[in-house]
């Protein structure tokens, strides 16, 4: 099989990446690698952590594909260790969080995809989201190769999906979201799929893009945060859910979306986004923590 060996990896954890809430078409294998599809594109990764730099090693993948593709999505050209400093320097809080998560870091993903994706994540929990997105990609999308015996099939397209009712989508079960999914597709094929792309350009404001990406049906606030900071590249985004109004309460006594919000530009600045996903990292691990504790679940038994 193809391989691609890349040594000197710092701040760099497969579990951290991929078990942020911010991707739902990886899976993690029993050997710690993680096997999944973006685009068409069909990987295997295993990361090797040592002290002067780990190792990453991408299987089914060329150096072409490494250096046109994988480098990108990975943002692997970002000096995270500098990051990390910066935002502990600010605010002696988040450096707990970052220890928790230290590895994160968040990926280049396509537009398209994370539209439709944190559609489909409203009151939702990261397990039936990825049976969801997954079930849709078997249905309506097309079947881009296999890996270790199993088949990948891509995203469908808008165009796809466009041309379907609620009732088509029964089977992914979406419940509700089926609407909003094929309002958004229709709206994205009607505008163009390059007008949602322009969205990620450096020169467009994370306003007018929040302003765009809000018009789609479903998305509000939360969704559209999540969608410019996975996918356009607004690092500033702080999406507020349930999991950081815990955190944020927890951590710092805030309650409102606002407050919230207004605290994450104030002190995060323009890493607000990659802030966020160390806090949110960080309470998905304690809350884990405390449902795995017996005394946790007799006290909530009382």
Not at 58 to 76: C, P
Not at 143 to 164: I, M, S, W
């Amino acid at each position: 099989m193809r391989q691609v060996s890349i040594e000197g990896i710092r701040d760099f954890d497969l579990d951290h990446i991929f078990d942020c809430g911010q991707a739902f078409r990886w899976n993690r294998r029993p050997d710690g690698s993680y096997a999944g599809i973006a685009g068409r594109r069909i990987a295997n990764l295993r990361f090797d952590p040592c002290q002067q730099g780990g190792r990453l090693i991408l299987s089914n993948v060329t150096d072409e594909d490494f250096n046109g593709f994988w480098k990108d999505y990975l943002d692997l050209g970002r000096d995270y260790g500098a990051i990390k400093k910066e935002l502990a320097a600010k605010d002696p809080v988040i450096g707990r969080a970052i220890g928790a998560g230290q590895g994160i870091r968040l990926l280049r993903q396509d537009k398209w995809e994370t539209l439709i994706s944190f559609i489909l994540s409203q009151n939702n929990h990261i397990p039936r989201i990825k049976k969801c997105i997954e079930a849709l990609c078997c249905q309506f999308g097309e079947k881009a190769g296999q890996l270790d015996g199993e088949v990948y099939y891509t995203f469908p397209a808008p165009e796809t999906l466009a041309c379907l009712e609620p009732e088509d989508l029964v089977e992914c079960r979406l419940g509700y979201r089926a609407k909003y999914l094929i309002g958004t597709a229709r709206k994205v094929a009607a505008d163009g799929l390059e007008r949602l792309e322009t969205m990620g350009a450096p020169d467009v404001s994370a306003a007018e893009a929040f302003e765009y990406v809000t018009s789609f049906p479903g998305v509000g606030p939360k969704v559209a945060n999540c969608i410019l900071l996975f996918s356009m590249g607004k690092y500033d985004c702080f999406p507020v859910d349930v999991w950081m109004k815990k955190v944020m309460n927890d951590l710092y006594g805030l309650e409102s979306v606002k407050e919230i919000s207004d605290f994450a530009g104030r002190t995060y600045g323009s890493y607000g986004g990659i802030a966020q996903q160390y806090l949110f990292y960080y309470v998905r691990q304690i809350s884990r923590r405390q449902s795995a504790d017996p005394l946790t679940l007799e006290n909530r038994r009382k």
